[in-house]
Each structure stands twice: as structure tokens, then as C-alpha cells.
């Protein structure tokens, strides 16, 4: 059993897995850098449902680019997202992650309302009046907060990322933002997550710093 | 659009999402408690193939409630498992989550013996002497070194949760720990992460604690 390791060097293990993911997407093309967005999606989940799913507004990477060379900090629902996205590349351009789903004021909101702490964490971050990035990795609520709170036009955000997983109103919740001029990108369907969510932000750190991690 | 959304409440998101998961796996059974695993798995990822996938050594998931039990601590290879395992319930019984990846022990042994880093965190937890449960949600090259250590009688794991995900060795490293005598959970082939290693754990904990998020 042994013997059938092969041996890669450990620099050499994600080139030879995004060669596996070229490879097997057989020559299929993605538009206007989102490729790697693509490919890392389907080495983060041996997935290969992204390359069909992920849907993307107009012109998206250039303007999430330009938000996070502008130094926008990105707010996301999970703490599983937060501690996956690359926050030493981030920071070089001043941006922060913001989890907001632990605070004891969001928790008491969402008792007050009724309505689910990733709600009341959009509504903090919403509050807060800076210009966001949406890491959206778990819950749909948090999307439909955030479609409500821009009809109110209490926010604007940068991007959405609208990654949540699952059955109850995942599906519905994607389709209110891309419903929106919002920039977006979204795996549409049930399946997403906060590995999803957290690889799509480093994805575009990785294109932009144009390091190691940045494989066609 | 946004009429299309369904009024659930948020404590029965969970409860109606598992009972969608339930209709759609349309009368198929699990045995000796692993039913709520692959259905948490599924819920994590909306990934059905996660009722096909999964691996349980014999009594596995009475074996894993043992050591949780008696304050087993828990080593992970990603800090992302580390934010998603509930370290409320685990801290119950007296076990911790640890990730030794950021360590800069690690990273300076890495740099020495030209291993991964995930590998030499598997090395020094091993010469930490404590039994521990193993999650691994990423990297193959943690698996490879955990045989390799309990070939050499280094280590004794309590449980290992063989959840690497991707293309290189990835499912030899599988296929490895579950040619051993040691207790396993493993979704074998590619798929796997961070996300599937954390949701393993907690479905194994709320089976414990009977709590609200134990559905069938």
C-alpha cells in the first residue's frame, strides 16, 4: 500500500493538482479571470460541480480587485470562513475579516428578532456604514438581510460573495442577489460553504499578488 | 423574487433541512450510528455522494463517543476544522482542539526535513505522548505520516477522521489508514475538507449531548 504514494515534493502539490483540474476539465475555457476562481472551488471541494455552477455579474474580479486594492475588509458569517481566508495577503492592502456571528450583541438581537444571528450580523456590519466585502459561506438568511437592507438602501456592498450551503432557502437566496446589481458570484444551487466562500476571497488575493498559489 | 423566499423559523432551518435530506435519500439506512453522520455530511455540503462515500471501521462511532468520554483532545491538520468543531461540547468532557500548522516549531522542522508542514504537526503531536482523536481536512501527507508513525509504534491514534480532500495521493492516503487496525472515518475518493472533518465531530458530539441539532 505504501509503495503507491507517489512522491511530490510538498511546493509541488498544488501545481500538479490544479495540472489534474486542467486536465480533466478538458479543455474548457472560463471568462475574464475567473478561471482560477473555478479551479480553486473544485481543489478546495474535488468538486467538479463548480465548473458548471459558479455564476459571476459582469466585470466581477476586476471590481473585487480594485475593492480589496482600495482596502476593503471582507465580513462573512462563519468563523470557519474567516480562519480559511488568507489574511496575511489581505492585509497587505489594509483590508481585515470581520465574523461578527459570535458577538454577544448580534446574539442578543437575533433573540430580541427573531430572526437568525447571521441576519443580525449583515445588520451590524450594515450599520457600521464602511463599504464591505460579503463573505457568505453558511446561511441564507444573511443573503436575504443583505438583498432587504439594499432595497432600504442601508447598504451597498463592494461584492457579494453568496456561498451559503443547503435546502431551506439556499436556492431562493441566491437568486434575490443575482436578482440585484450587486457584483456578485455566486455557486448557484444548494452547494457552497465556508470552504467555498473562504478559497473564491483567495482566489483573488492569490491572482492578484500573483504568488505561488496562482495556477492556470 | 423575494416572495419566493419560505417563512421558516430560524431553530427549524436545521430540523427541516435534515428532514429534506432524509426524503431525498429515499429510504436508505445506516448502521451502528453512522446515520447522522452522513446526513451531517450532506447537510455540510449538499453533496449526496457523501451516503456513498463514507467509510466506518467496525463500532467506530461507540469507539469515538469512548474517547470523547474519557477527555480526548482532538488534532487537526487546518485551523478552519479547528473554528468549526464545537469546542463547547467537546470542552464537556474535557477535550481541546488542536492545530499545530501555524506553529513555528512546524514551519522550522518543514524547512529542515523538506516534509509538509501538516506532516511534521502530525510528528509533534505524536511526541506529545497523549492519545488523541485525529480530524484531518486537508492534507494526504498528515495520513501518510500517521502510518508511517504507527507503523513504527510512535503513535496509537484513538480515532482518525481521514478527510483530505484533492488530487494528489489524496486517495491513497485513504486507502493507507484503512488498511490499519486503527479506528476510522473516512470519505473515500477525493472528496473530503476541512468542512466534512468538523462536521464529523459534531455529529458524533450532538449524538452525545442529544441536543438540538440530533436529528434523524
Redesign the interface.
Known amino acids: 500500500?505504501?509503495t503507491?504514494?507517489?512522491n511530490?515534493?510538498?511546493k509541488d502539490?498544488e501545481t500538479?493538482?490544479f495540472e489534474?483540474?486542467t486536465r480533466e476539465l478538458n479543455g474548457r475555457t472560463f471568462e475574464n479571470n475567473t478561471e482560477l476562481i473555478v479551479k480553486r472551488c473544485i481543489?478546495?471541494?474535488?468538486?467538479f460541480d463548480y465548473a458548471d455552477n459558479l455564476c459571476f455579474s459582469d466585470d466581477v474580479v476586476a471590481k473585487a480587485m480594485e475593492a480589496i486594492r482600495g482596502g476593503a475588509s471582507i465580513v462573512t458569517d462563519?468563523?470557519?470562513a474567516?480562519?480559511?481566508i488568507n489574511k496575511v495577503s489581505l492585509g497587505k492592502y489594509g483590508g481585515q475579516v470581520h465574523c461578527f456571528m459570535s458577538d454577544e450583541d448580534v446574539a442578543a438581537a437575533?433573540k430580541e428578532s427573531?430572526?437568525?444571528?447571521a441576519s443580525e450580523s449583515m445588520k451590524k456590519a450594515a450599520a457600521m456604514g464602511e463599504p464591505f466585502i460579503y463573505a457568505i459561506g453558511n446561511a441564507p438568511?444573511a443573503l436575504?438581510t443583505l438583498?432587504?437592507l439594499m432595497e432600504e438602501g442601508k447598504v451597498d456592498p463592494l461584492l457579494i460573495i453568496g456561498a451559503p450551503?443547503?435546502?431551506?432557502?439556499?436556492v431562493?437566496?441566491k437568486?434575490?442577489i443575482m436578482?440585484t446589481s450587486v457584483p456578485y458570484i455566486v455557486p448557484k444551487?444548494?452547494?457552497?460553504?465556508?470552504?467555498i466562500a473562504?478559497c473564491i476571497v483567495n482566489a483573488i488575493l492569490y491572482m492578484m499578488n500573483n504568488d505561488r498559489h496562482y495556477w492556470k
Chains 1, 2 share one sequence.
Open positions: 500500500m505504501r503507491q504514494i507517489e511530490v515534493q510538498p502539490i500538479k493538482s489534474i483540474i481543489h478546495t471541494s474535488a468538486d462563519t468563523n470557519m474567516k480562519a480559511g437575533a427573531g430572526m437568525t444571528r438568511t436575504i438583498y432587504d450551503v443547503g435546502f431551506v432557502n439556499v431562493q437566496s437568486e434575490l436578482s444551487g444548494r452547494k457552497g460553504g465556508s470552504n473562504a
